[in-house]
């Protein structure tokens, strides 16, 4: 289970926003299951329908949260008019990204009712979709 401050949902919100009409992407890092820093990450994509990070951010983010002696915990994305819940691409990506990182979770931001973002956590394990419980700290 990861933990996660109230700020740093705030931030992945704004951070969706703030990207409109495009979905935003970023990196939740830190600890032992709990976030340190939300990490901004630029949608190589520019696209309301997919996302892919920068691969060139992704090593500098990988370097510092490895100094810090932190783990990529998740991945997060905004969903700007769907649910907050893994689209099949999404599960497909995920299935690649399990061999750099097999214990990452992902996040997804929906911006469906923009005055009531939904922010959820899931696992994605060879295609299988579970939901995980955000514990706010």
Not at 46 to 74: H, I, Q, T, Y
Not at 87 to 106: C, E, F, M, Q
Request: proline share 6%.
């Amino acid at each position: 289970m990861i933990q996660i401050k109230q700020e740093f949902i705030d931030e992945m919100i704004a951070h969706s926003k703030a990207e409109l009409p495009n979905e935003c992407c970023g990196i939740l890092a830190g600890p032992e299951g709990q976030v340190m820093k939300a990490y901004r990450m630029s949608n190589v994509e520019a696209s309301p329908f997919r996302f892919s990070m920068d691969p060139a951010e992704l090593v500098k983010v990988d370097a510092e949260a490895g100094e810090n002696g932190w783990e990529l915990l998740a991945i997060y994305h905004s969903h700007t008019g769907s649910e907050a819940y893994p689209s099949d691409t999404d599960v497909r990506i995920a299935g690649g990204t399990a061999g750099l990182w097999p214990d990452v979770r992902y996040v997804l931001v929906s911006l469906m009712d923009m005055d009531n973002p939904v922010v959820r956590i899931f696992q994605i394990n060879e295609g299988v979709v579970t939901e995980e419980p955000i514990e706010v700290v």
